[in-house]
Protein backbone atom coordinates (compact mmCIF):
# COMPACT_ATOMS: atom_id res chain seq x y z
CA UNK A 1 0.00 0.00 0.00
CA UNK A 2 2.73 2.42 1.21
CA UNK A 3 4.60 1.36 -1.70
CA UNK A 4 2.12 2.10 -4.24
CA UNK A 5 1.25 5.71 -2.63
CA UNK A 6 5.21 6.53 -2.87
CA UNK A 7 5.17 7.57 -6.43
CA UNK A 8 2.73 10.04 -5.77
CA UNK A 9 3.58 11.35 -2.24
CA UNK A 10 7.40 12.57 -4.39
CA UNK A 11 4.95 14.15 -6.94
CA UNK A 12 3.26 16.07 -4.09
CA UNK A 13 6.46 17.41 -2.41
CA UNK A 14 8.15 18.26 -5.56
CA UNK A 15 5.23 20.31 -6.40
CA UNK A 16 5.37 21.86 -3.17
CA UNK A 17 8.83 22.74 -3.59
CA UNK A 18 8.63 24.60 -6.90
CA UNK A 19 5.52 26.55 -5.37
CA UNK A 20 7.84 27.46 -2.60
CA UNK A 21 10.04 28.97 -4.65
CA UNK A 22 10.09 32.46 -6.33
CA UNK A 23 9.30 32.34 -9.62
CA UNK A 24 12.57 33.19 -11.73
CA UNK A 25 12.10 34.78 -15.46
CA UNK A 26 14.51 36.04 -17.31
CA UNK A 27 14.82 39.40 -18.80
CA UNK A 28 17.75 39.98 -22.01
CA UNK A 29 18.75 42.72 -23.29
CA UNK A 30 16.14 44.61 -25.79
CA UNK A 31 13.19 43.59 -23.76
CA UNK A 32 10.84 45.67 -22.01
CA UNK A 33 12.50 45.05 -18.10
CA UNK A 34 8.70 47.70 -17.37
CA UNK A 35 6.84 45.42 -18.94
CA UNK A 36 8.05 42.16 -17.29
CA UNK A 37 7.49 43.98 -13.96
CA UNK A 38 4.15 45.12 -14.91
CA UNK A 39 3.12 41.19 -15.89
CA UNK A 40 4.82 39.75 -12.02
CA UNK A 41 2.99 38.74 -9.60
CA UNK A 42 4.20 39.84 -6.03
CA UNK A 43 7.39 37.47 -4.71
CA UNK A 44 8.12 36.91 -8.02
CA UNK A 45 11.93 37.08 -9.01
CA UNK A 46 13.46 39.12 -12.36
CA UNK A 47 16.56 37.82 -13.90
CA UNK A 48 17.99 40.70 -15.49
CA UNK A 49 20.51 40.87 -18.80
CA UNK A 50 22.38 43.28 -21.07
CA UNK A 51 21.63 46.78 -20.79
CA UNK A 52 17.93 48.22 -20.35
CA UNK A 53 17.55 51.89 -21.40
CA UNK A 54 14.41 52.75 -19.77
CA UNK A 55 12.72 54.29 -16.72
CA UNK A 56 10.82 51.80 -14.32
CA UNK A 57 8.49 52.29 -11.48
CA UNK A 58 8.13 49.50 -8.94
CA UNK A 59 5.11 48.91 -6.40
CA UNK A 60 5.02 45.25 -5.91
CA UNK A 61 7.19 43.29 -3.98
CA UNK A 62 9.29 41.81 -6.64
CA UNK A 63 13.38 40.58 -6.66
CA UNK A 64 15.49 42.55 -9.95
CA UNK A 65 18.78 40.30 -9.93
CA UNK A 66 21.40 41.56 -12.44
CA UNK A 67 23.64 39.04 -14.42
CA UNK A 68 27.22 40.66 -15.00
CA UNK A 69 26.65 43.44 -16.83
CA UNK A 70 23.06 44.03 -16.27
CA UNK A 71 22.52 47.91 -16.70
CA UNK A 72 19.53 50.15 -16.09
CA UNK A 73 20.19 53.28 -17.76
CA UNK A 74 18.44 56.48 -18.97
CA UNK A 75 18.69 60.28 -18.63
CA UNK A 76 15.18 60.37 -16.89
CA UNK A 77 15.30 61.44 -12.80
CA UNK A 78 13.82 59.29 -11.12
CA UNK A 79 14.95 56.43 -13.23
CA UNK A 80 14.11 53.37 -10.85
CA UNK A 81 11.14 54.80 -8.83
CA UNK A 82 9.90 52.67 -6.03
CA UNK A 83 6.37 53.33 -4.50
CA UNK A 84 4.05 52.14 -2.01
CA UNK A 85 5.23 48.45 -1.63
CA UNK A 86 7.29 45.99 0.75
CA UNK A 87 9.60 43.61 0.10
CA UNK A 88 11.02 45.34 -2.87
CA UNK A 89 14.61 43.97 -4.09
CA UNK A 90 17.47 44.80 -6.45
CA UNK A 91 20.91 43.33 -6.42
CA UNK A 92 23.48 43.19 -8.77
CA UNK A 93 22.97 45.95 -10.95
CA UNK A 94 24.29 49.31 -11.97
CA UNK A 95 21.71 52.09 -12.28
CA UNK A 96 23.92 54.69 -14.86
CA UNK A 97 21.44 58.11 -14.73
CA UNK A 98 23.51 59.46 -17.65
CA UNK A 99 21.71 62.81 -17.63
CA UNK A 100 18.53 65.09 -17.34
CA UNK A 101 16.40 66.19 -20.13
CA UNK A 102 15.42 69.58 -20.48
CA UNK A 103 12.57 70.72 -18.20
CA UNK A 104 13.03 67.10 -15.79
CA UNK A 105 12.41 67.55 -12.17
CA UNK A 106 16.05 66.42 -10.24
CA UNK A 107 14.64 63.83 -8.24
CA UNK A 108 17.55 60.62 -7.98
CA UNK A 109 18.52 58.18 -9.49
CA UNK A 110 16.34 55.85 -7.46
CA UNK A 111 13.74 57.35 -5.88
CA UNK A 112 12.04 55.42 -2.42
CA UNK A 113 8.38 56.90 -1.15
CA UNK A 114 6.10 54.68 1.14
CA UNK A 115 8.53 51.56 0.35
CA UNK A 116 10.60 49.14 2.00
CA UNK A 117 14.09 48.51 -0.78
CA UNK A 118 16.42 46.60 -0.07
CA UNK A 119 20.18 46.37 -2.06
CA UNK A 120 22.84 44.26 -2.98
CA UNK A 121 25.84 45.19 -4.53
CA UNK A 122 24.47 47.60 -6.54
CA UNK A 123 25.96 50.52 -8.20
CA UNK A 124 24.61 53.83 -8.83
CA UNK A 125 26.02 56.57 -11.06
CA UNK A 126 24.22 59.47 -10.90
CA UNK A 127 24.31 63.01 -12.84
CA UNK A 128 21.87 64.23 -10.10
CA UNK A 129 21.37 62.16 -7.00
CA UNK A 130 22.19 58.84 -6.20
CA UNK A 131 19.27 57.25 -3.91
CA UNK A 132 16.10 59.45 -2.10
CA UNK A 133 14.41 57.72 0.82
CA UNK A 134 11.65 59.98 1.68
CA UNK A 135 7.94 59.62 3.02
CA UNK A 136 8.46 56.95 5.67
CA UNK A 137 10.36 54.68 2.91
CA UNK A 138 12.80 52.16 4.58
CA UNK A 139 16.31 51.14 2.59
CA UNK A 140 18.32 48.05 3.65
CA UNK A 141 21.70 48.89 1.61
CA UNK A 142 25.02 46.31 1.85
CA UNK A 143 27.29 46.67 -0.82
CA UNK A 144 26.13 50.25 -2.23
CA UNK A 145 28.29 52.35 -4.53
CA UNK A 146 27.62 55.95 -5.42
CA UNK A 147 29.86 58.18 -7.39
CA UNK A 148 29.66 61.47 -9.44
CA UNK A 149 26.49 62.39 -8.12
CA UNK A 150 25.92 66.20 -7.82
CA UNK A 151 23.62 66.16 -5.20
CA UNK A 152 23.56 63.49 -2.50
CA UNK A 153 25.17 60.07 -3.24
CA UNK A 154 22.53 59.19 -0.93
CA UNK A 155 19.45 61.07 0.83
CA UNK A 156 17.36 60.41 4.09
CA UNK A 157 14.61 62.43 4.70
CA UNK A 158 11.33 63.51 6.22
CA UNK A 159 10.85 60.20 8.64
CA UNK A 160 12.67 58.15 6.39
CA UNK A 161 15.50 55.01 7.85
CA UNK A 162 17.17 52.14 7.07
CA UNK A 163 20.48 50.22 7.64
CA UNK A 164 23.28 51.30 5.17
CA UNK A 165 26.09 48.97 5.93
CA UNK A 166 30.21 47.78 3.86
CA UNK A 167 29.34 50.87 1.01
CA UNK A 168 31.13 53.34 -0.40
CA UNK A 169 30.29 56.94 -1.94
CA UNK A 170 32.87 58.55 -3.64
CA UNK A 171 32.84 62.18 -5.85
CA UNK A 172 29.74 63.15 -4.51
CA UNK A 173 28.05 66.55 -3.67
CA UNK A 174 27.32 64.70 0.04
CA UNK A 175 27.87 61.36 0.54
CA UNK A 176 25.21 60.71 2.68
CA UNK A 177 22.78 63.55 3.98
CA UNK A 178 20.60 63.11 6.63
CA UNK A 179 17.37 65.25 7.03
CA UNK A 180 14.38 66.56 8.90
CA UNK A 181 13.55 63.66 11.59
CA UNK A 182 15.90 61.22 9.01
CA UNK A 183 17.52 58.25 11.82
CA UNK A 184 19.55 56.13 9.42
CA UNK A 185 22.17 53.97 10.58
CA UNK A 186 25.71 53.97 8.64
CA UNK A 187 28.52 51.75 9.56
CA UNK A 188 31.45 50.35 7.91
CA UNK A 189 31.01 52.39 5.04
CA UNK A 190 33.61 54.64 2.89
CA UNK A 191 33.73 58.07 1.63
CA UNK A 192 36.28 59.35 -0.51
CA UNK A 193 36.28 62.47 -2.35
CA UNK A 194 33.00 63.85 -1.32
CA UNK A 195 32.44 67.60 -0.57
CA UNK A 196 31.09 67.00 2.78
CA UNK A 197 31.14 62.97 3.79
CA UNK A 198 27.86 63.04 5.70
CA UNK A 199 25.42 65.83 6.26
CA UNK A 200 23.34 66.06 9.34
CA UNK A 201 20.45 68.68 9.11
CA UNK A 202 17.14 69.18 10.68
CA UNK A 203 16.63 67.24 13.36
CA UNK A 204 18.28 64.12 11.90
CA UNK A 205 19.96 61.43 14.27
CA UNK A 206 21.97 58.96 12.09
CA UNK A 207 24.35 56.53 14.30
CA UNK A 208 27.47 56.70 12.55
CA UNK A 209 30.00 53.64 13.00
CA UNK A 210 33.57 52.51 12.07
CA UNK A 211 33.30 54.99 8.51
CA UNK A 212 36.21 55.94 6.96
CA UNK A 213 36.63 59.24 4.99
CA UNK A 214 39.28 60.50 2.64
CA UNK A 215 39.79 63.55 0.50
CA UNK A 216 36.53 65.70 2.34
CA UNK A 217 36.42 69.21 0.21
CA UNK A 218 34.04 70.33 3.40
CA UNK A 219 34.27 68.16 6.26
CA UNK A 220 33.86 64.76 7.11
CA UNK A 221 30.79 65.17 8.75
CA UNK A 222 28.91 68.57 9.03
CA UNK A 223 26.47 69.17 11.07
CA UNK A 224 23.24 72.40 10.68
CA UNK A 225 20.12 73.42 12.24
CA UNK A 226 19.32 70.93 15.00
CA UNK A 227 20.97 67.64 14.07
CA UNK A 228 22.54 64.99 16.68
CA UNK A 229 24.23 62.15 14.93
CA UNK A 230 24.97 59.34 17.27
CA UNK A 231 28.51 58.50 17.20
CA UNK A 232 28.39 54.83 17.94
CA UNK A 233 31.07 53.15 20.29
CA UNK A 234 32.94 57.08 20.48
CA UNK A 235 33.32 57.16 24.34
CA UNK A 236 34.96 53.65 24.40
CA UNK A 237 37.81 55.07 23.18
CA UNK A 238 41.18 55.97 25.13
CA UNK A 239 41.76 59.88 25.59
CA UNK A 240 42.94 61.93 22.49
CA UNK A 241 41.88 59.03 20.01
CA UNK A 242 39.97 60.06 17.48
CA UNK A 243 37.11 57.44 16.33
CA UNK A 244 37.64 56.10 12.81
CA UNK A 245 34.82 58.43 11.33
CA UNK A 246 37.56 61.41 11.61
CA UNK A 247 35.49 62.68 14.79
CA UNK A 248 37.42 63.14 17.93
CA UNK A 249 35.77 60.87 21.10
CA UNK A 250 32.99 62.35 23.41
CA UNK A 251 35.02 63.22 26.56
CA UNK A 252 37.71 64.59 24.66
CA UNK A 253 35.41 67.02 23.13
CA UNK A 254 34.17 68.25 26.15
CA UNK A 255 36.89 68.81 27.58
CA UNK A 256 38.28 70.82 24.40
CA UNK A 257 35.27 72.78 24.74
CA UNK A 258 35.69 73.68 28.82
CA UNK A 259 39.33 74.52 27.71
CA UNK A 260 38.37 76.78 25.00
CA UNK A 261 35.44 78.65 26.72
CA UNK A 262 37.86 79.92 29.37
CA UNK A 263 39.73 80.93 25.75
CA UNK A 264 36.85 82.61 25.12
CA UNK A 265 36.08 84.86 28.32
CA UNK A 266 39.71 85.62 28.58
CA UNK A 267 39.10 87.28 25.12
CA UNK A 268 36.00 89.42 25.78
CA UNK A 269 37.64 90.20 28.65
CA UNK A 270 40.64 91.63 26.59
CA UNK A 271 38.41 93.44 24.34
CA UNK A 272 36.78 94.87 26.66
CA UNK A 273 39.19 96.24 28.76
CA UNK A 274 40.67 97.92 26.02
CA UNK A 275 37.58 99.20 25.23
CA UNK A 276 37.55 98.61 21.17
CA UNK A 277 36.56 95.11 19.35
CA UNK A 278 39.32 96.27 16.27
CA UNK A 279 42.16 94.59 18.59
CA UNK A 280 44.17 91.78 16.62
CA UNK A 281 42.38 88.89 17.48
CA UNK A 282 40.25 87.23 14.22
CA UNK A 283 43.02 84.45 14.21
CA UNK A 284 42.15 83.53 17.46
CA UNK A 285 38.05 83.76 17.19
CA UNK A 286 38.20 81.52 13.71
CA UNK A 287 40.29 79.26 16.19
CA UNK A 288 37.25 79.66 18.80
CA UNK A 289 34.65 78.72 16.61
CA UNK A 290 35.97 75.73 14.60
CA UNK A 291 36.54 74.09 18.23
CA UNK A 292 32.79 74.76 19.51
CA UNK A 293 31.77 72.72 16.07
CA UNK A 294 29.51 70.11 16.67
CA UNK A 295 30.83 67.28 16.50
CA UNK A 296 33.63 67.78 16.48
CA UNK A 297 36.12 66.43 13.68
CA UNK A 298 39.59 65.78 13.59
CA UNK A 299 39.78 68.13 10.76
CA UNK A 300 38.40 71.20 12.77
CA UNK A 301 40.94 70.44 15.89
CA UNK A 302 43.28 70.80 12.52
CA UNK A 303 42.24 74.16 11.22
CA UNK A 304 41.51 75.72 15.23
CA UNK A 305 45.84 74.86 15.83
CA UNK A 306 46.98 76.31 12.18
CA UNK A 307 44.74 79.64 13.60
CA UNK A 308 46.46 79.31 16.50
CA UNK A 309 50.11 79.11 15.12
CA UNK A 310 49.18 82.05 12.92
CA UNK A 311 48.16 84.18 16.10
CA UNK A 312 51.36 83.34 17.91
CA UNK A 313 53.05 84.18 14.90
CA UNK A 314 51.67 87.65 14.81
CA UNK A 315 51.81 88.50 18.38
CA UNK A 316 48.11 88.17 18.85
CA UNK A 317 48.03 85.72 21.35
CA UNK A 318 49.98 86.79 24.34
CA UNK A 319 47.13 90.20 24.49
CA UNK A 320 44.80 87.51 25.70
CA UNK A 321 46.02 85.74 29.12
CA UNK A 322 46.88 82.59 30.10
CA UNK A 323 43.93 80.40 28.72
CA UNK A 324 45.79 80.82 25.28
CA UNK A 325 48.83 78.58 26.50
CA UNK A 326 46.60 76.17 28.80
CA UNK A 327 44.22 75.75 24.99
CA UNK A 328 47.82 75.24 22.87
CA UNK A 329 49.37 73.23 25.74
CA UNK A 330 46.22 71.09 25.66
CA UNK A 331 46.08 70.71 21.80
CA UNK A 332 49.48 69.10 21.06
CA UNK A 333 47.97 66.22 22.89
CA UNK A 334 46.04 65.54 19.81
CA UNK A 335 48.88 66.36 16.86
CA UNK A 336 49.03 63.03 14.58
Known sequence: MYLRLLP????????????????????PA?????????????GDRLIVEGVHAEALAINKAIDLVGRPGAVITGSQAPLVRVHDARGVALSALTIRQTGLK???PGHAAIHVARAEL???DVRVEAATAGVAVVAGGRLDAEGLAVEGARGAGLLFAADAGGTVVGSSFKRNGVGVWADDDARPDVRRCAFAGNHHGILVSGRAAPAIEACTFARSGGEDVHVTDQGAPRLVGAGARPAAAPIRAGLVAAADAKAIRRVAEDFEADFMGAIEDQGSADIPGKQLSRAFAELQATPLSRKRLDEARRYLKLAQQAGEAEAFGPAYHELDRFLRKYEP
Not at 16 to 23: D, K, Q, S, V, W
Not at 34 to 42: E, G, K, R, S, T
Request: contains cysteine; hydrophobic residues 65%.
Open 8 to 27: ALVVVALACLHGAAAPARVV
Open 118 to 120: RLR
Open 30 to 42: GASLQAAIDAAAP
Open 102 to 104: PGA
